[in-house]
């Protein structure tokens, strides 16, 4: 069964780099014919997903922060990343790593257990 | 991007009641529709998808209805461990968008 887990820096400051990474365990990343996504959440919010990759490399993101997203996956450590550019305290949030079904496409039916990331001088 | 509008955004309820909640798209998704629960401190995880099939797990209190534009949540018999928030989630269209949430209190 394939497990997630997020890891990265828990304050990162305004107009820096905000970067995580997601270990991915129970299954290989690079023959795993799902997306790799990421998700974050508002202080006491709803949901946002930030956008995604296939193990081909290809990518979709969120146009509403297409801009400032970068994701990646490195086969090698079978982990994925993500990295958001010229963050402001409006990128403080819970940040989600999960995987799309197979089956069901757009449903992500695995996440990790989210890491705290606050934006703050 | 697909708009989704929940309601109510919360509700209180108590043990044995049946609960239902809406989810309104902003145009047809036919049944690409998928339902989570949060609990405080805790990843959502999917109770239903494709707008009624229940999750491999999820007790069968939890019923999911709809296509197109209105879905339904129903929890027939509301259990102490269901208190959560619930948001629908669209798959039709990339950005995948969620829902405000309702916040099912006691």
């Known amino acids: 069964q394939v497990q997630l887990q997020e890891s990265g820096p828990g304050l990162v400051k305004p107009s820096q780099t905000l970067s995580l990474t997601c270990g991915v365990s129970?299954?290989?990343?690079?023959?795993?014919?799902?997306?790799w996504t990421w998700i974050r959440q508002h202080p006491g919010k709803g949901l946002e997903w930030i956008g995604h990759i296939y193990n081909s490399g290809s990518t979709y993101y969120n146009p509403s922060l297409k801009s400032r997203v970068a994701i990646s996956v490195d086969t090698s450590q079978n982990r994925f990343s993500l990295k958001l550019t010229s963050v402001t305290v409006a990128d403080t949030a819970v940040y989600y790593c999960a995987t799309e079904s197979m089956a069901v496409t757009g449903l992500m039916d695995v996440w990790g257990q989210g890491t705290t990331v606050t934006v703050s001088s | 991007a697909i708009q989704l509008t929940q309601s109510p955004s919360s509700l209180s309820a108590s043990v044995g009641d049946r609960v239902t909640i809406t989810c309104r798209a902003s145009?047809?998704?036919?049944?690409?529709l998928a339902w989570y629960q949060q609990k405080p401190g805790k990843a959502p995880e999917v109770v239903i998808y494709d707008a009624s099939r229940l999750k491999n797990g999820v007790p069968s209190r939890f019923s999911g209805s709809g296509s197109g534009t209105d879905f339904t949540l129903t929890i027939s018999s509301l259990q102490p461990e269901d208190f959560a928030t619930y948001y629908c989630?669209?798959?039709?269209?990339?950005?995948?968008?969620f829902g405000g949430g309702t916040k099912v209190e006691i």
């Open positions: 129970g299954a290989s990343i690079s023959n795993h014919g799902s997306y």
């Open positions: 989630q669209q798959s039709k269209n990339y950005p995948l968008t």
């Open positions: 145009q047809d998704i036919n049944s690409d």
